[in-house]
Antibody, heavy 117, light 109 residues
Framework: EVQLVESGGGLVQPGGSLRLSCAAS????????MTWVRQAPGKGLECVAK????????DCMDSVKGRFTISRDNAKNSLYLQMNSLRAEDTAVYYC??????????WGQGTLVTVSS | QSALTQPASVSGSPGQSITVSCTGTSSDLGDYTYVSWYQQHPGKAPKLIIY???NRPSGVSNRFSGSKSGNTASLTISGLQAEDEADYYC?????????FGGGTKLTVL
């Protein structure tokens, strides 16, 4: 059974930083494409960034370029999202997702990031 | 504003069929068969219910079906049940990543 467990969310002030983590199990992590998808309160889904098995990165959103960095550690079966210069509009639940051929097969339970003073 | 356009809401009675549309452009829906649909119940993570336009993952009811014509994809749910009440999102490949629709709230009357 695939398990994706996100952590690292919380309340942060505008301009602050957070690092999200996702621990994966039940999959051959080092051959999977992984994606962070977010959902603002009451809003729809947005692809934030994805990373290939060997670390190749694709940004999905112009608004996070230069502020968010996706990375992975295949030895630890872990995915990360470093978020800097956070804005109120980054407030959302962030999901760690397994991506296979442009479909999202498995989702974590999500971690809430709230950017507020 | 979402990349793909879905109706904000649809409704139907138990046993009926409903269809949710998803409209894109020649740069996404019109150019690829990488179209997927997700079901999301309140407070839960989304769940993949259709991929590659019309394929169902193992364990998903055959009451869910998908299709595509040109720049528009459709999700049909037949034999509506109370547990189908949820938000539904379409998604499509665009260049090297995925774009989503804004979501459709299905109400089972």
């Amino acid at each position: 059974e695939v398990q994706l467990v996100e952590s690292g969310g919380g309340l942060v002030q505008p301009g602050g930083s957070l690092r999200l983590s996702c621990a994966a199990s039940g999959i051959n992590f080092n051959i999977q494409y992984m994606t962070w998808v977010r959902q603002a309160p009451g809003k729809g889904l947005e692809c934030v960034a994805k990373i290939g098995p060997e670390g190749g990165v694709t940004d999905c959103m112009d608004s996070v370029k230069g502020r968010f960095t996706i990375s992975r550690d295949n030895a630890k079966n872990s995915l990360y999202l470093q978020m800097n210069s956070l804005r109120a509009e980054d407030t959302a639940v962030y999901y760690c997702v397994v991506e296979t051929w442009y479909r999202f097969d498995s989702w974590g339970q999500g971690t809430l990031v709230t950017v507020s003073s | 504003q979402s990349a793909l356009t879905q109706p904000a809401s649809v409704s139907g009675s138990p046993g009926q069929s409903i269809t949710v549309s998803c409209t894109g452009t020649s740069s996404d829906l019109g150019d690829y068969t990488y179209v997927s649909w997700y079901q999301q119940h309140p407070g839960k993570a989304p769940k993949l219910i259709i991929y590659d336009v019309s394929n169902r993952p193992s364990g998903v009811s055959n009451r869910f079906s998908g299709s595509k014509s040109g720049n528009t994809a459709s999700l049909t749910i037949s034999g509506l049940q109370a547990e189908d009440e949820a938000d539904y999102y379409c998604a499509s490949k665009r260049i090297f990543h995925v774009v989503f629709g804004g979501g459709t709230k299905l109400t089972v009357l």
